[in-house]
């Protein structure tokens, strides 16, 4: 074939998803990047040029950096939690145990369900009088706890919510890897005499370093945006208990419209989100692959 | 050791369903039964009541849920559609071919795609905003597609690069000695080879684009309104439980019968080659 038209095919199945993806996002970006420098608000709207001003009000915000500090909190543990658990799941519904295709769909359901349309389902679930919560942990005598109206209780509750929501997306990633994984190594290790447990640390969980690396990323970097369940569940409150960042941009941006400022908050968010997902995966590579490969 | 196993899937199941049953118990009840604190049992613990339902088509406290449910299934599929093409011959290119430009190189621009993801949903409403309005397109099903593409497109590239990473090359070098063209050889021998990556990818798609809340909420509000904003809005001090319940259910009723279709393909292990 001829070279020219052979580079017209290459481009034609990357051009158009590739400009369109550009399109969509860098432009928007970059103009964010312009209103940054702006002092645009509600009450001078438009393009003037305000210089490095809104930085430094970032740079000096106490909130956006508490916000910061919370979100990153809430992320790692939700997301910590989610792999134990979601781990733990697909070993228990990998081999043998009855009725293993209906505990996996099961399982699966919640990541399948809208994040706000739950959320408000447990907003209700939650509520002190009429929820359930309260009620049915009075049964084993517990309780009765402010769920969403004391500050620590409430961050569980959020905390609580993603992890109903998001372990099923681990427990799919760690439960497809292990039906992948090949048999010798465990016919090895039985052969060896190794009961489930060395079993587990010398052999399975090894060989699922790739798939657990990649799922916690997946799901730092998801989380890493949690505002939806806050907006529902909390509206970031009791007073700011449980605001994170991406919630606080909202308030600042979308509700009293200073939107110069936001856009601000909006870029250093976001660069420090890339340089921190950036270290925890090179870290995360570090702590499964260890000195193992290298 | 063996009770142990059964014991903890019970209890997670537990956990699992909890939300759903509390919903659909819920969805039964009347503003009395709600308010006389937590039951469970129909008929035992309160008189179950068809009001919630009605309110989902018209009835008074509720959404009417047809529109939502119209505008929902609209955005996502054609977003979806729209993503799976794209995505789908991206990845293909970038798979199979080497692409150089300056410094830029493939696993770059694989990157490029990928890292669409990080960028926090609250970052991009701002310039969606004002980019739609200045299209003109704010308040529309076409504006929200747009949006929705940005989101869906990188996971659909994503799934099927390692999707195409994994169909051998011969077959589509077989199909262009043959004659093929690299467009007719990716149509006809890798393409009806490669359903299960696309399947994969569509279902991601579609969880993704039908459970978005953000950009709908900002970025529409009469013309076109999505389920998920449509539920929310319910969402107040003096929330009717019952309506919210039973729009809620029916909500998300669609993609849970997608977990059985995830499942069928993990059991296969053809999930495993997709997702890695």
Redesign the interface.
């Known amino acids: 074939m001829q070279q020219r038209e052979f580079r017209l095919y290459k481009l034609a199945f990357l051009l158009p998803g590739l400009l369109i993806l550009l399109a969509i996002i860098l432009f928007p970006l970059l103009f964010t990047i312009r209103v940054s420098l702006s002092g645009w608000d509600a009450i001078v709207p438009g393009l003037d040029w305000a210089g490095v001003r809104n930085y430094a009000g970032v740079f000096a915000d106490a909130r956006f950096w508490q916000s910061l500090g919370r979100l990153s909190l809430m992320a790692v543990g939700t997301v910590l939690i989610q792999y134990v658990l979601g781990f733990a799941l697909a070993l228990l519904v990998w081999r043998d145990i009855r009725f293993r295709r209906l505990w996996r769909v099961l399982f699966l359901i919640p990541m399948m369900t809208t994040p706000v349309i739950m959320s408000v389902i447990w907003r209700t679930i939650f509520h002190e009088s009429l929820g359930p919560a309260n009620d049915l942990l009075g049964f084993i005598g517990l309780g009765p706890y402010p769920w969403l109206t004391s500050a620590g209780w409430a961050v569980a509750s959020v905390m609580l919510v993603e992890i109903w929501q998001w372990t099923p997306f681990m427990f799919l990633l760690l439960l497809a890897g292990l039906i992948s994984l090949p048999r010798e190594p465990f016919l090895a290790a039985a052969i060896d005499g190794a009961g489930p447990i060395r079993t587990f640390f010398n052999v399975t969980f090894p060989l699922l370093a790739p798939v657990s690396i990649g799922a916690i990323i997946i799901r730092l970097i998801e989380a890493s945006k949690l505002m939806e369940t806050v907006y529902v569940l909390t509206s970031g409150g009791p007073g700011t208990a449980t605001e994170t960042t991406g919630y606080y941009i909202y308030i600042r941006g979308l509700r009293d419209f200073q939107i110069g400022y936001a856009a601000a908050l909006s870029i250093t968010y976001l660069v420090i989100m890339i340089v921190l997902l950036t270290i925890v995966a090179k870290l995360l590579v570090r702590v499964f692959v260890g000195g193992k490969t290298a | 050791m063996k009770s142990l ?2 014991i ?2 019970v209890l ?2 537990a ?6 049953l ?2 659909l118990t ?1 969805s039964f009840k009347t503003a009395n039964a ?2 006389g ?2 039951t ?1 049992i129909p008929y035992l613990q309160y008189e179950p009541s068809l009001a919630g339902w009605r309110s989902l088509f018209g009835g008074a406290g509720g959404i009417d849920i047809a529109k939502p449910y119209i505008d929902s299934l609209v955005v996502t599929l054609s977003a979806t559609a729209i993503s799976l093409v ?2 789908t ?2 990845a ?3 798979s199979r ?1 080497t ?1 150089k430009a300056g410094f830029v190189k493939n696993a770059d ?1 694989v990157f ?2 990928i890292s ?13 905003f ?2 739609l309005q200045f299209l003109n397109l704010l308040d529309t099903k076409i504006g929200l597609v ?2 929705y ?2 989101l869906l ?2 996971i659909a ?1 994503w799934i099927m690069v390692d999707f195409f990473d994994g169909v051998p090359r011969a077959i589509d070098e077989m199909a ?1 000695l043959d004659g093929c ?3 007719e050889a ?1 149509r006809r021998v890798v393409l009806p080879n490669s359903l299960p990556g696309i399947l994969v990818a569509g279902m991601f798609c579609l ?1 993704f684009g ?2 978005d ?2 950009f709908a909420f ?1 970025l529409t509000f009469t013309d076109t309104q999505l ?2 904003v449509a ?2 809005a ?2 107040s001090s003096v ?1 009717p ?1 019952w309506s ?2 039973a729009s ?1 259910l029916v ?2 009723a669609p ?2 019968l ?3 279709f ?2 069928r393909l ?2 296969r ?1 053809t ?3 997709a ?2």
């Open positions: 196993k059964y903890l899937v997670w199941g956990f699992v369903v909890t939300p759903l509390w919903a819920t709600v308010t604190g937590p469970y794209l995505g011959l991206a293909y290119g970038l071919f692409y621009l490029f795609f669409q993801r990080i960028m926090p949903p609250i970052v991009l409403s701002i310039p969606f004002l980019l747009l949006v593409i940005a497109l990188p590239v262009m063209s690299p467009f990716f969880i039908w459970n809340f953000f900002t389920l998920p539920v929310v319910l969402n929330t439980w919210l319940s809620a909500s998300v993609l849970i997608i977990a059985f995830v499942e993990l059991s292990g999930l495993a080659g997702i890695r």
